[in-house]
């Protein structure tokens, strides 16, 4: 039984779902909130809520959006004749602090895992394939930066055999080799995810 009151076995209950955060920290942080200013405390329950208000997907690539289309598919500037397909909003992260992607994206959500019941139709395989079938695409390259693990590999290896098929025309491309195997792009270096996108080879 926890010796805390309810409320504030509630508030170390929800932190210790977080990712990392054990019990011990939870415990941590919980009285960290409680010592601090209402002002602030206000604040922090403010952010999540409101990120979860108005946070959704793009319509188009299904990258974290405020409003119908996320900031990438809203700017002109970007290249909409390339794109990349990564796992997950996160992954866009490393790839635009690299500075060298000036093209666009597309999110699929996860990577293909039979073991974990993830196939094919709870990615957004379908759509990459409508964005790509649309009469006005003009796309040219899609560049697969699906993380290297075994799973984000086969859904790389499914994505290129579908294009093949169905796009044959648009070069398909992998991130070179030099990523740490095994690992998320999300902790991969600029200097290492920047020669993996240069030396990126067809698929
Ligand atoms: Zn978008």
């Given amino acids: 039984m926890s010796s805390h009151a309810a409320p504030i076995q509630r508030l170390v209950t929800e932190l210790s779902k977080l990712p990392g955060i054990g019990n011990r920290t939870a415990q941590r942080l919980a009285f960290y909130i409680l010592r601090s200013s209402d002002e602030d405390a206000m604040a922090l329950a403010d952010a999540i809520r409101e990120v979860k208000e108005r946070i959704g997907l793009c319509e188009i690539c299904f990258n974290l959006a405020e409003g119908p289309r996320c900031r990438?598919?809203?700017?002109?500037?970007?290249?909409?004749?390339?794109?990349?397909?990564?796992?997950?909003?996160?992954?866009?992260?490393?790839?635009?602090?690299?500075?060298?992607?000036?093209g666009r994206y597309h999110v699929l959500g996860g990577a293909l895992s039979p073991i974990d019941?993830?196939?094919?139709?709870?990615?957004?395989?379908?759509?990459?394939?409508r964005r790509l079938a649309a009469p006005d695409c003009i796309v040219r390259e899609v560049v697969l930066a699906t993380n290297p693990t075994t799973t984000g590999e086969a859904t790389a290896l499914h994505i290129a055999d579908g294009?093949?098929?169905?796009?044959?025309?648009?070069?398909?491309?992998?991130?070179?080799?030099?990523?740490?195997?095994?690992?998320?792009l999300e902790y991969a270096d600029e200097v290492t995810l920047g020669r993996a996108f240069a030396g990126r080879r067809a698929v």
């Avoid at 796009?167 to 690992?183: I, Y």
């Fill in 163 to 184: 294009l093949r098929e169905r796009a044959p025309e648009v070069a398909v491309t992998r991130l070179a080799s030099g990523l740490p195997v095994g690992s998320d």
């Fill in 117 to 129: 019941g993830v196939d094919a139709d709870d990615l957004r395989i379908a759509e990459l394939f």
């Fill in 72 to 102: 990438i598919c809203e700017d002109e500037r970007r290249d909409p004749a390339l794109i990349c397909v990564v796992e997950e909003p996160s992954d866009v992260i490393p790839i635009e602090r690299m500075h060298e992607f000036r």
